[in-house]
């Protein structure tokens, strides 16, 4: 059973940095999508970003567009997520997804930021950003 296990949330003050580990256990797709969302409350879950494990392609919504940076590490299984200058909108739940069931090629743009596309997900981890 694949596993997704996210740490490094955390609180800090708007301007501030965190970055965000996700451990994919026993996920041993080398071309799938690896994916960041997020849930504030009260609101539905967004798509942040996205890597292809395999190509590296990155994937980024506009509200995070040169402030966010998701990489991958060596193995295919792990995900970190940089998230620079941050912003009190910034605040919620942060959740790791991993998918399985189609390369990430095939996915479009809209597609990868699709909290439909992922058939794995961590507990999340929370962020709080304050002004």
């Known amino acids: 059973q694949v596993q997704l296990v996210e740490s490094g949330g955390g609180s800090v003050q708007a301007g501030g940095s965190l970055r965000l580990s996700c451990a994919a256990s026993?996920?041993?797709?080398?071309?799938?999508?690896m994916a960041w969302f997020r849930q504030a409350p009260g609101k539905e879950r967004e798509g942040v970003t996205a890597?292809?494990?395999?190509?590296?392609?990155?994937y980024y919504a506009d509200s995070v567009k040169g402030r966010f940076f998701i990489s991958r590490g060596n193995a295919a299984n792990t995900a970190y997520l940089q998230m620079d200058n941050l912003k009190p909108e910034d605040t919620a739940m942060y959740y790791c997804?991993?998918?399985?069931?189609?390369?990430?090629?095939?996915?479009?743009?809209?597609?990868?930021?699709?909290?439909?596309?992922?058939?794995?997900w961590g507990q999340g981890t929370q962020v709080t950003v304050s002004s």
């Open positions: 890597i292809n494990t395999g190509s590296g392609s990155t």
């Open positions: 997804a991993a998918d399985s069931r189609r390369p990430c090629r095939q996915l479009t743009e809209r597609e990868v930021l699709d909290n439909n596309e992922y058939n794995y």
């Open positions: 026993r996920y041993r797709y080398s071309s799938g999508c």
